[in-house]
Every structure is written in structure tokens, then in C-alpha cells.
């Protein structure tokens, strides 16, 4: 059982290219999120969906997005990618509203120079 | 919007000793959580608490949840060099389905 996978692991961009973070889970989770991580500052949430064809933003959405056209997979895309942007990326995903178990992928670094 | 303050922000302890960290919020939550994240991992879950006063434990460790509903906290007994890490605290809201995650507490043990 695979749980929740990341792909990339690694990533160097140069500002301004763009690229896309896939998120694939295998346990049938409704919920899926991502959220970056930087130092101090714990996790903050990016966008979220509640559902497949769904997506909402979170704290911190400017200068991503999101898609869920697969109940399974949910995609981060930046489109012009910013130092600013340099961080640990994190998907997520849960059962259902109440159940706050959250089940973690292992992370995408992304540097932006 | 909602902030938990976590503290200490970082630990330094010999193994064997006890370790209590702490998380507290302006807002009241439902569900109160621990996850632990170990170098280049996403954080696991280590306790999850539902009513507000609950006393739980996983191992050697023990968390609870605050009578206010605003606060939790977390002890490690007898740590071992394996407890190091970062520990995140989390509160959950039933009403906006949100998870909000503290600042976390870096633990550092010498063997």
C-alpha cells in the first residue's frame, strides 16, 4: 500500500519556468491538499479539494494552481515560478470531514533561483 | 486567521530525560493532533485527541487535550536518539474542516 506518493522528489527551476507537482494517492481519500513548508513557519495550506473536479484556496494560493480531474491524483502547477517559491511542498490527503488523520507524501524541494 | 503558538521552538536534551512541549490558540478547535516529521519525510501521526480533557498516550508518549478547548500539550518520557525531530501540534475545526498546523518544536537528543 502506497499511501500518498510525490513526484518530483527534487526539483531546480530558473524564475519564470513553470512546471507541475503530482500528488497520487491509493486509499480512496475524498479530501486532498497541499501545503508548503519553510523554515519557522510550519505548514501552510495552498489549495485544497474536497472532491474530484473540485478545488478551493487556502492561505497562501498566489502563484499556484490546482486540479483534481482524477479522484486519485492532484496536481500543483506554477506557472511562473518565483524565488519566493523555494520550499518543501507537501500533499496530503483524509477520508473525510471530521477525520483530521491527515496521510502525507514525503515531500517535493523546489528551488527557485 | 487562526495561529497556533507552539513552543519551545527548539529542544536540545540528553537521552533518558522527559521532554513536555506545548500549543496554544486563540480559537477553539475540535480535534487536537500530534505529528512528528523525521529528515526528509512528510509528518506521521502520533496522537489524535477528540474531547476536550482527554488524556491520552501512544508509547512513551502522553498528550492531552486542554479544558478550554484552546490549548494541547505533548510529553516524550525517557527519550531515545530515535525522538529526534520535528513535532508539529494541529488543531482541527469540525465547522470549517481545516487542520492549522503550529510553527513546530525541533528536538534534538544526545546519545
Known amino acids: 500500500n502506497a499511501g500518498v506518493t510525490q513526484t518530483p522528489k527534487f526539483r531546480v527551476l530558473k524564475t519564470g519556468q513553470s512546471m507541475t507537482l503530482l500528488c497520487a494517492q491509493d486509499?480512496?481519500?475524498?479530501?486532498m491538499y497541499w501545503y508548503r513548508q519553510d523554515p519557522g513557519m510550519g505548514l501552510r495550506l495552498i489549495h485544497y479539494?474536497?472532491?474530484?473536479?473540485?478545488?478551493a484556496k487556502g492561505e497562501v494560493p498566489d502563484g499556484y494552481n490546482v486540479s483534481r480531474l482524477k479522484k486519485q491524483n492532484f496536481l500543483l502547477g506554477l506557472e511562473s515560478a518565483a524565488p519566493s517559491q523555494t520550499s518543501v511542498y507537501f500533499c496530503?490527503?483524509?477520508?473525510?470531514?471530521?477525520?483530521?488523520?491527515?496521510?502525507f507524501g514525503s515531500g517535493t524541494r523546489l528551488t527557485v533561483v | 486567521g487562526q495561529q497556533l503558538n507552539q513552543s519551545p521552538q527548539s529542544m536540545f536534551i540528553q537521552e533518558g530525560e522527559d521532554v513536555s512541549m506545548n500549543c496554544t490558540s486563540s480559537?477553539?478547535?475540535?480535534?487536537w493532533l500530534w505529528y512528528k516529521q523525521e529528515p526528509g519525510e512528510g509528518p506521521v501521526l502520533l496522537i489524535a485527541?477528540?474531547?476536550?480533557?482527554e488524556l491520552t498516550s501512544n508509547g512513551r508518549l502522553t498528550a492531552q487535550f486542554g479544558i478550554t478547548r484552546k490549548d494541547s500539550f505533548l510529553n516524550i518520557s525517557a527519550s531515545i536518539p530515535s525522538d529526534v525531530g520535528i513535532y508539529f501540534c494541529?488543531?482541527?475545526?469540525?465547522?470549517?474542516?481545516?487542520?492549522?498546523f503550529g510553527q513546530g518544536t525541533t528536538l534534538q537528543v544526545k546519545p
Open positions: 496530503a490527503s483524509r477520508t473525510s470531514w471530521t477525520d483530521f488523520g491527515y496521510t
Open positions: 486509499m480512496n481519500h475524498e479530501y
Open positions: 479539494s474536497v472532491g474530484e473536479g473540485t478545488t
Open positions: 480559537s477553539i478547535f475540535n480535534t
Open positions: 485527541l477528540y474531547k476536550a480533557g
Open positions: 494541529a488543531g482541527g475545526s469540525s465547522n470549517t474542516g481545516k487542520l492549522i
